[in-house]
């Protein structure tokens, strides 16, 4: 950084026809800036914020974009050519509304969901088998063991690819069971009022309906259960108070939770955030829900669904939380103080 800056002075300098007085000058009072540069670098580098200064892993990434094919963010056809991919936009035209990898309005995504895919072998919206099918259909390499990389890795390497300048922001949020031996994947774009519902009466309860016949037909071969049946029997029998905890918990969220996307991720996440077993980001959102109890978040829409008294309260002297909930009407402004006239010298 330094030898740069040297020659681009050296050049300046010369192109100016600077003396040698002159340039001993300007390079005393550029001291102290260069000073400051060389720190900030420092700073740069030592940041939370990687902006690619490390390799990115290859397969990772690869699965990250499959599990965006998966949700319909992606547009698998343009690795097989099935797509050509869109022209240059003129310098002067509008931002367009998507990337160009992503999956235009109105085309076919590559499986139709409900906003949530499932890590459940045999389930028609199994996130492992659709990556699988998603890598085998673009003739690209599939993983050893795809079902381990989404159930372990995938998470942390999604939260810090859509990290930004201390903007957590992932879309994929994994709600999980304490063993993690099931994990529903919601997709934040398409989070609605009804999508936790969807989840429990959709995902969960079929589930549970399923393992209980499991458990009545283990339980019912008595004494000439074998070793593994044994196995098998106290597996499945976890599994379901994992799964009747991860649905009463669902549903205790449910009733109040109305997400909206304009409050970003990190909020609408917030009152999930038992539900997520990464730690890092579950203590973020458990951070962010005791600023929301706290009511340092009352322009959110979700901080109106859980404590309306007191947002429709603040609205009453705050124009900008009044706007921001379309609540003018509440809005009283205060009247303007008058000031005392000054008596004249007798």
């Known amino acids: 950084m330094v030898e740069i800056q040297t020659e681009i002075d050296r050049i300046a300098f010369d192109l100016y026809g600077f003396s040698e ?11 102290s800036v260069t000073e400051v540069a060389t720190v900030a670098t420092a700073t740069d580098d030592d940041s939370e914020d990687d902006d690619g200064s490390a390799p990115v892993d290859q397969t990772a990434s690869l699965l990250s974009w499959a599990v965006g094919v998966a949700f319909g963010r992606f547009d698998w056809r343009l ?9 240059e936009p003129h310098p002067f035209a509008p931002l367009p509304a998507k990337s ?11 499986h139709a969901h409900p906003g949530i895919l499932v890590d459940d072998p045999g389930h028609s919206h199994d996130l492992t088998r659709l990556v699988e099918e ?7 390499p599939v993983p050893s063991d795809v079902r381990r990389s989404l159930q372990r890795d995938f998470f942390p390497f999604h939260l810090k690819q859509y990290s930004k300048s201390r903007r957590k922001a992932p879309i994929y949020w994994p709600l999980t069971t304490i063993s993690g031996s099931y994990t529903l994947w919601l997709y934040y774009p398409s989070l609605a009022g ?24 283990l339980r019912n071969k008595g004494s000439a259960r074998s070793h593994d ?5 106290e597996a499945i029998q976890a599994l379901e108070l994992e799964l009747t905890e991860l649905r009463d918990t669902v549903l205790q969220i449910a009733p109040v939770y109305r997400p909206k996307l304009d409050d970003g991720v990190q909020i609408t996440a917030a009152p999930l955030c038992s539900l997520f077993r990464y730690t890092p980001w579950q203590r973020l959102l458990k951070d962010t829900w005791a600023k929301l109890e706290k009511g340092d978040y ?3 829409h979700l901080a109106m669904a859980y404590w309306p008294e007191r947002v429709r309260e603040k609205c009453k002297t705050d124009k900008s939380l009044a706007i921001a909930h379309g609540l003018e009407e509440l809005y009283v402004a205060a009247e303007p103080k008058t000031s005392k006239k000054r008596r004249g010298a007798k």
């Open 194 to 217: 009804q999508t936790l519902y969807t989840a429990v009466n959709d995902f969960i309860e079929p589930k549970l309906k399923q393992i209980g016949q499991d458990i009545a037909a």
């Open 229 to 233: 049946d044994e196995k098998r029997f």
């Open 21 to 31: 007085a002159d340039r001993a000058a300007a390079q005393a009072a550029n001291g």
């Open 298 to 300: 009352d322009w959110a």
């Open 134 to 140: 998603v890598l085998a259909r673009v003739e690209a």
């Open 79 to 87: 690795s097989t050519g099935k797509r050509g991919a869109p022209s």
């Open 100 to 110: 160009p990898g992503m999956l235009p309005d109105g085309a076919e995504p590559f």
